[in-house]
């Protein structure tokens, strides 16, 4: 089992930035794909970025150049720095740790407002 605890979330003006960051339990973070998902009022819940354990990215064309994805295995923590964000941006974010269909683990979420 795996616990995420995630933090950083707030609210920002268009063009400001924010970070986010998701702490996890246990030993399985550092061989699992860690990602970070956000779902809008009245939407369903998106892809925003995954990386592996080794430290390959990926991300929705719609946060490409602004958001960027890390990890630190030695902390058990992953992190999503996001720039220039947009009222469009806004979600609630939450973390993701997966090793299989089955083990698949995911953070309570943190509310990001991008208003002006």
């Known amino acids: 089992q795996v616990q995420l605890v995630e933090s950083g979330g707030g609210s920002v003006r268009p063009g400001g930035s924010l970070g986010l960051s998701c702490i996890a339990s246990?030993?399985?973070?550092?061989?699992?794909?860690m990602g970070w998902y956000r779902q809008a009022p009245g939407k369903a819940r998106e892809l925003v970025a995954t990386i592996s354990p080794s430290g390959t990215s990926n991300y929705a064309d719609s946060v490409k150049g602004r958001f960027t994805i890390s990890r630190d295995n030695a902390k058990n923590t992953g992190y999503l720095q996001m720039n220039s964000l947009k009222p469009e941006d806004t979600a609630v974010y939450y973390c993701?740790?997966?090793?299989?269909?089955?083990?698949?683990?995911w953070g309570q979420g943190t509310q990001v407002t991008v208003s002006s």
């Open positions: 246990g030993s399985m973070f550092i061989i699992s794909t």
């Open positions: 993701n740790v997966r090793r299989s269909a089955i083990l698949n683990f």
